[in-house]
């Protein structure tokens, strides 16, 4: 009989053995699928929003205004942006645009002396649905009008300021001329936005009533710009750009991770991922090896009398590895099947483990709920891994005992 048949027999044979070795297999493998892809998800977040609501993957802005950022320059702003959006859209890789201005303000609450901090955003809405995903974020109402005083709010600011649709909030900044305003704004929708930190500052308002409010006729403080990774990086696309904009005014037109240096921390964080996703490896190592090696030394008496019927050392040490390798692959099919299983739960329902704890901290843009993005490189790889451990597993201890008389192995 061929070797791989008496494995398979071997294997049906005692089935609660090889389903507790297949299942140890099956749970490390499972672990390490959906680590690998709560991982992937978690930086497929972190970029997503800081492309959307802090950075975008380019930025266009007035060269002087990081210089000056913290005195809030708002006057430092770009004139004629309509002829640098056409020149902007024309680049193959710029997939969407967000002509924007941002203004700090002080929004006074109640009847007393109390004041709150938001931060507003003046947007072309017809461009901005385009650039954010409102149908996920807009969970109340409607988005406002281009020319009114409308705004859209986010749930926790909402909270605060105890404003619903239809409420009214009154907004403090400085304006372009340096001197200050004052607007009442309308609530017509609710923000539901990933970053916890966001919704209790973020104020979304029209671009052209934002110009108006801050007395920047025309213009916009900044240029978000989002990118085809498929078609040019981030960087490339900055570094073109930058060469052939022209405006009135000298221009920064940076990516994110020049934009913001925590960004540039992205990298570090994927090579730490990695580097926790092979210590899970390496534990979950030890459990096959350990499983594996005490299911041979189990056997010890079965492997005395193999021998004494004429079965040959090298021919022990076959059988065993066909048996390993075998188990190795219906418990990583089965792990990374589970897996993925409950990855692709979680991708679609999100895992909501910080909305609490992160709720006004810089978290460099990741989201309180992660969605795990299964990759499929990684995922063969963890079934290659799985099945080399436990076939490499069986090695020392199948050579071993093969070397061991009929007689001694019987007296175990």
Sequence with gaps: MKLYKIALRNISRN??????????????????????????????????????YLTGAVRVRHS????????????????????????????????????RIN?????????????????????DFALEAKYQDYEATLTEGSLPRMGTREALIGRALAAKLDA?????????????SRGSNAYTFTVVGILDLPIAGLETLMVQVPLDTAQRFLWLPG?????????????????????RLGKGLKSEVPLNVWDYKQVNGMAAMMDLAASIYDITAIIFFLLASTVIINTTIMVIFERMNEIGTLAAMGMKGSQLVRLFFLEALF??????????????????????????????????????????????????????????????????????????????????????
């Design 15 to 52: 089935k609660r053995r090889s389903g507790l070795s297949a299942a140890a297999i099956a749970i490390a493998a499972a672990a390490i699928v959906f680590l690998f892809a709560f991982f992937a998800g978690m930086l497929n977040d972190m970029r997503t929003n800081m492309w959307t």
């Design 64 to 99: 002087d205004f990081d210089k000056y950022e913290r005195l809030n320059p708002v006057h430092l702003a770009i004139p004629g942006y309509d002829a640098l959006l056409k020149d902007i859209m024309a680049d193959p890789a710029v997939r969407a645009v967000s002509p």
């Design 103 to 123: 203004f700090p303000g002080r929004v006074p609450v109640g009847e007393g002396t109390e004041k709150i901090n938001v931060m507003g955003v003046g947007v």
């Design 164 to 176: 619903g649709i239809g409420g009214k909030f009154t907004v403090l900044s400085q304006s372009g």
């Design 219 to 239: 213009q916009v403080g900044e240029i978000l710009l989002k990118v085809d990774p498929q078609v040019d990086s981030p960087e490339d696309a900055a570094l």
């Design 327 to 412: 188990i190795g692959i219906i418990g990583s099919l089965t792990g990374i099947a589970i897996g993925m299983a409950v990855a692709g739960y979680f991708g679609g329902a999100g895992l909501n483990l910080f909305s609490d704890a992160m709720e006004g901290m810089d978290t460099m843009g990741m989201g309180s709920v992660i969605y795990p993005v299964l990759n499929f490189k990684s995922t063969v790889m963890v079934f290659v891994y799985s099945v080399l451990v436990t076939g490499l597993a069986t090695w020392w201890p199948a050579r071993r005992a093969a070397k061991v008389t009929p007689v001694e192995a019987l007296r175990y």
